[in-house]
């Protein structure tokens, strides 16, 4: 089968830091990947996406970076605050109405 | 929190019994999912819906039955829950104004005894 996401688990960062998460995919057919946090108890959030015929996308206060290459996407978080604890975990689009979502990396926050 | 409310939040329930968990939204997507939820995977896709009355099998869909009658619903039954079924559920809709981007609800915990 095909992998999907993976993740290093646990991720811990001195607040103010910056944060990297990494996700690898194995499907080079996939053409949009999305960024989700979820919070504890709670339902995935939506934190940013990138298409396929892109590279880098900024929001704020997070980078997404997407390397077709290696199959490889990061979410880069700046100025890591403790309200960004959180599981995060990326999802692909290998087109049609389905996503792949991994495990997730777990991200710590130390004050 | 794109209008997606999931109802109940936490339910209990025996082996063998039906379970019909529901996923309203407020804003008309056309598309609407389920997935489960599980310690060492990702989000599963369990069925998901293209309009009312339009409905397609997902990953994870042995056990579940769903339907949409109307735009704002989609029901998730579990015609006898198993103990594999416990899990947390989360709905989705794929918004019409962004493309494929997918928002959840904040998701049903259901324990099967």
């Known amino acids: 089968g095909e992998s999907v996401g993976l993740h290093l688990p646990t991720l811990s960062v001195q607040e103010g830091d910056n944060s990297i998460i990494n996700c690898a995919y194995s499907?080079?057919?996939?053409?949009?990947f999305i960024w989700y946090k979820q919070e504890s108890g709670k339902g995935p959030q939506f934190i940013i996406d990138?298409?396929?015929?892109?590279d880098k996308r900024q929001g704020q206060r997070v980078t997404v970076l997407l390397n077709k290459t290696v199959k490889h996407l990061s979410l880069q978080i700046a100025a890591t605050q403790p309200g960004d604890s959180a599981v995060y975990f990326c999802a692909e689009n290998r087109g049609g109405n389905q996503f792949y979502f991994g495990t997730g990396t777990s991200l710590t926050v130390i004050p | 929190d794109a209008g997606i409310t999931q109802s109940p939040r936490h339910k209990v329930t025996e082996t063998g019994t039906p379970v019909t968990l529901r996923c309203h939204q407020t804003?008309?997507?056309?598309?609407m999912y389920w997935y489960r939820q599980d310690p060492g995977h990702g989000l599963r896709l369990i069925h998901y819906?293209?309009?009312?009355?339009?409905?397609d099998k997902g990953e994870v869909s042995d056990g579940y039955s769903v339907s949409r009658s109307k735009t704002e619903d989609f029901l998730l039954t579990l015609e006898s829950a198993t103990s594999s079924q416990t899990s947390v559920y989360f709905c989705a809709i794929r918004s019409d104004r962004e493309g494929e981007t997918q928002y959840f609800g904040p998701g049903t915990r259901l324990l099967v005894l």
């Open positions: 499907n080079s057919a996939s053409d949009y």
């Open positions: 819906s293209y309009g009312v009355k339009d409905t």
């Open positions: 990138i298409r396929s015929n892109m």
């Open positions: 804003e008309n997507h056309r598309y």
